[in-house]
């Protein structure tokens, strides 16, 4: 029922940024969590940063202090501000939602807990 649809991804320079969005629809912001989770080849998924209708966030230890989630509810869009890009963060990024009531208000560093799923965009970053 709920959809999401990532967008956004590309190749970049080491050193450079990326603004990735996500259009969501289908659900109530006050019901779900939702985020962007991200995996790379021969490694397991992991969480980059999730955002509930609180505004509360949480980032994973290797994106902190250069990625930024926000969430424009007029237009429905989940975005996720990545600046100062290493080679470490190529990977195929994917949005996700989930029911607060099984998410809660905390991290989810492999996302198990999110039940609907974007099709993903690929970040790829040189060096």
């Known amino acids: 029922d709920v959809q999401l649809q990532a967008s956004g991804g590309g190749l970049v320079q080491a050193g450079g940024s990326l603004r990735l969005s996500c259009a969501v629809s289908?659900?109530?912001?006050?019901?779900?969590?939702i985020g962007w989770f991200r995996q790379a080849p021969g490694k397991e998924r992991e969480g980059v940063s999730c955002?509930?209708?609180?505004?509360?966030?949480y980032y994973g230890d290797s994106v902190k202090g250069r990625f930024t989630i926000s969430y424009g509810n007029a237009k429905n869009t989940m975005y996720l501000q990545m600046n100062s890009l290493k080679p470490e963060d190529t990977a195929a990024y994917y949005c996700?939602?989930?029911?607060?009531?099984?998410?809660?208000?905390?991290?989810?560093?492999?996302?198990?807990?999110?039940?609907?799923w974007g099709q993903g965009t690929l970040v790829t970053v040189s060096s």
């Open positions: 955002i509930n209708s609180d505004g509360k966030t």
């Open positions: 289908g659900f109530t912001f006050d019901d779900y969590a």
């Open positions: 996700a939602a989930g029911a607060r009531q099984f998410v809660g208000d905390r991290w989810s560093p492999l996302g198990y807990e999110y039940d609907y």
